[in-house]
């Protein structure tokens, strides 16, 4: 099983639609946890840490479920510009990340 | 600005030879570097962690004698692809851990290997 599984994808929304990734891992000791960003041809970025109180960042919400060792990130009124892939990013501890293999998201008009 | 910088942006060289790819962390000392290796429309995938002062810990299956990490200093780690081939024509990453609060890595700008 590998550390970090997300949705394999790709989603292709419409514009204003609302989507929503998962992940999950394996490590039950992981500390932090955090969405990063990928464009195209490009270094990943990061979005936003995820808290277990849960987070919201304008039309972004990421969510954490420790007992389930689960993740989520929700992308409401989507935008063209949120095409890019979305790599779930978990801290084991000890100045470590662990990748998942990313979704890619396509906002068509 | 940027955090980290990672230069060249774009290289290609001949078959066989050897490229160094440096890693420089710019707003903070880093005792704790990763590079990754990304073919196109594939995901990320972790090389090798540098740590300043000592030897890198390597991912299974990538060659410690072909991907060379030198982590000399808290501002700068290197990767030299040794013996190069078409095969490892990629994009190189590198990241830094910045710890405490931060708790989070920073990306450099990546590096486009094209061996030709």
Known sequence: RKEVEQDPGPFNVPEGATVAFNCTYSNSASQSFFWYRQDCRKEPKLLMSVYSSGNEDGRFTAQLNRASQYISLLIRDSKLSDSATYLCVVNPGDNDMRFGAGTRLTVKP | GAVVSQHPSRVICKSGTSVKIECRSLDFQATT???????????????????????????QGVEKDKFLINHASLTLSTLTVTSAHPEDSSFYICSVWAGGSGNTIYFGEGSWLTVV
């Open chain 2, 33 to 59: 570097m990763f590079w990754y290796r990304q073919f196109p429309k594939q995901s990320l995938m972790l090389m090798a962690t540098s740590n300043e002062g000592s030897k890198a810990t390597y991912e």
